[in-house]
């Protein structure tokens, strides 16, 4: 009975939970009040340790809860669960994508989210890059801010963009775990 609970409980999360893995905190925090499986305090170590091991931190977070409540199987019921709903959501909409590719409103829309995303991606990294460089977000940058420019940083994100372009065929892990390294050891 307990396994089933499990499932309901984290299909119905995963099933309304919009804006990331961290928009799972409400309904975790909701689920350990009604059915006492966890604290908050037992919420916040979950955020924690979902948030320093490797994956989507809803899914790490379902998965901990479920091992917390039910051992192994518990824990694989919750992840099974959580992301449920996201299989049989998308493979609906692979299904219609499929069925109406060659129609040309279909076709003039996805032609439409290519800039779009671009756009979204383009403005998230000049936001990483505004805060690493200067300190400072985007929306808030004024041509004062310009005096604020992190030199060691600049010189290090200089160096590194042409490492990077003499040694194009080294994995990206290798320039990850160098980086890791300066940051921790030089600045």
Same mark, same amino acid.
């Given at each position: 009975?307990?396994?089933?609970?499990? %499932?309901?409980? %984290?299909?119905?999360?995963? +099933?309304?939970? /919009?804006?990331?893995?961290?928009?799972?905190?409400? /309904?975790?925090?909701?689920?350990?009040?009604?059915? =006492?499986? *966890?604290? $908050?305090?037992? +919420?916040?170590?979950?955020?924690?340790?979902?948030?320093? $091991?490797?994956?989507?931190?809803?899914?790490?977070?379902? $998965?901990?809860?479920?091992?917390?409540?039910?051992?192994?199987?518990?824990?694989?019921?919750?992840?099974?669960?959580?992301?449920?709903?996201?299989?049989?959501?998308?493979?609906?909409?692979?299904?219609?994508?499929?069925?109406?590719?060659?129609?040309?409103?279909?076709?003039?829309?996805?032609? =439409?989210?290519?800039?779009?995303?671009?756009?979204?991606?383009?403005?998230?990294?000049?936001?990483?890059?505004?805060?690493?460089? *200067?300190?400072?977000?985007?929306?808030?940058? $004024?041509?004062?801010?310009?005096?604020?420019?992190?030199?060691?940083? %600049?010189?290090?994100?200089?160096?590194?963009?042409?490492?990077?372009?003499?040694?194009?065929?080294?994995?990206?892990?290798? /320039?990850?775990?160098?980086?890791? /390294?300066?940051?921790? %050891?030089? *600045?």
């Amino acid at each position: 009975m307990i396994y089933l609970q499990l %499932f309901y409980e %984290f299909f119905i999360t995963g +099933l309304f939970m /919009f804006g990331g893995g961290l928009a799972a905190i409400p /309904f975790l925090q909701q689920m350990g009040e009604k059915t =006492g499986w *966890f604290t $908050t305090t037992q +919420l916040m170590d979950m955020i924690a340790v979902s948030e320093a $091991t490797p994956g989507p931190i809803g899914v790490n977070m379902a $998965t901990y809860a479920g091992y917390t409540v039910a051992g192994i199987p518990g824990g694989i019921i919750a992840t099974v669960g959580i992301i449920m709903p996201s299989i049989i959501i998308s493979l609906i909409i692979a299904r219609l994508l499929v069925k109406f590719k060659e129609n040309p409103l279909v076709q003039s829309a996805l032609y =439409g989210l290519r800039p779009a995303s671009l756009g979204l991606i383009a403005a998230a990294g000049m936001t990483v890059l505004c805060l690493v460089l *200067f300190g400072i977000e985007l929306r808030y940058m $004024t041509e004062y801010h310009l005096f604020l420019l992190d030199i060691r940083t %600049f010189i290090f994100a200089v160096v590194l963009f042409i490492v990077t372009n003499i040694y194009k065929k080294a994995h990206p892990v290798i /320039f990850l775990a160098l980086s890791a /390294f300066v940051g921790i %050891f030089l *600045f």
